[in-house]
């Protein structure tokens, strides 16, 4: 189980009968964690599903630390090429029909793989399942994910099948892969991840997946999601470090999405919704900053987007001085530009 920094190394445990679900965690120098999120993957009470470790170039003790489970693993160690690329190298080589994913610090409660066969058994013209969480932040507090979502709906609901998954899972930010499983061949359908993303990927992979077909979301939470202190970039901590760039990146998926050829009227006019809020957003940043020619091409470009009057609003408040113009956006206050 050893392993090289310029050649793909392949641990295969000895075969099988085909397992229900193939289980996907990438993992980058979290030694301390994986082993925790490998053995709450083998105590499901679904029998044996494949669990595929990609490590994407771990310079710690990572490959060490999998030793133990190098019978029960399919371990791949490769050059460090982000999250994306690693998940893609998981769902190629997967043999499963299901996929389901879980970052390499987080963990599933026992019964969450046999729910989810039952959702899938249930519901199966449903491409994709996704279950409530919890988010355990650094403090250990227990956050219900649906109850401190904005939308109610999925927590009012043992079972909620929206009308327009796309819509949907956009309009109400449910972009959770840890308690989710998708079909195979959805995904290879959507050409799985992007890889020239590493932040905000599980955005535009579940909303290209939403497009697809019909998805169920289930109310009962059964993974917990950890937010833990440290140095991997995810959208959370790079909105708040790197304001400008990470907002950047969400405007590069909005504006992609927008090329979908299936969209619907009401959602590209979401989209163009969300992809103006963005470029204010940049716009309000670069205010802060104190760039003011970038700051007018943020607010000009949210104008051309979506011609509403929040767009309008900004651009013109930008021509004013910039002590006062500073007043109208308290809400960024606490974003890093």
Not at 93 to 109: G, V
Request: net charge positive.
């Amino acid at each position: 189980m050893g392993h090289n920094n310029n050649t793909l190394k392949n641990n295969k445990p000895e075969k099988s009968e085909k397992s229900f679900f193939s289980v996907i965690v990438p993992t980058y120098n979290r030694a301390k964690y994986v082993v925790r999120t490998i053995e709450s993957i083998l105590a499901q009470t679904e029998e044996k599903p494949e669990i595929i470790v990609i490590d994407d170039g771990s310079t710690d003790n990572t490959a060490e630390a999998l030793k133990l489970y190098q019978t029960k693993i399919k371990y791949y160690y490769t050059e460090n090429k982000g999250v994306s690329a690693a998940r893609n190298l998981g769902i190629k080589n997967a043999s499963a029909d299901w996929i389901a994913f879980l970052d390499s610090d987080d963990e599933w409660l026992p019964n969450y793989l046999a729910t989810q066969k039952q959702n899938i058994e249930n519901h199966p013209e449903c491409c994709m399942h996704m279950m409530n969480s919890w988010q355990i932040n650094f403090q250990n507090k227990k956050i219900n994910t649906f109850e401190d979502n904005p939308c109610s709906i999925p927590a009012k609901h043992a079972l909620y099948k929206p009308n327009d998954p796309f819509w949907f899972v956009l309009k109400n930010h449910l972009y959770y892969l840890q308690p989710t499983v998708i079909r195979k061949s959805t995904l290879f359908a959507t050409a799985m991840f992007n890889e020239k993303i590493n932040i905000a990927e599980d955005l535009d992979l579940i909303a290209r997946v939403a497009i697809q077909g019909p998805m169920a979301i289930y109310n009962t939470p059964l993974v917990s999601i950890y937010r833990r202190e440290e140095n991997n970039i995810n959208l959370t901590k790079q909105i708040f470090t790197n304001g400008i760039h990470s907002q950047n990146v969400l405007g590069e998926i909005y504006n992609s999405l927008l090329t979908i050829p299936e969209l619907k009227h009401i959602q590209k006019k979401l989209l163009r919704t969300l992809y103006a809020a963005n470029r204010r957003a940049v716009g309000n940043l670069y205010l802060r900053k104190g760039s003011r020619r970038q700051t007018i091409n943020s607010y000009w470009k949210a104008m051309q987007i979506d011609h509403s009057w929040r767009s309008a609003t900004r651009l013109i408040l930008a021509l004013l001085p910039r002590n006062i113009a500073l007043k109208t956006i308290g809400k960024e206050w606490n974003v890093t530009p």
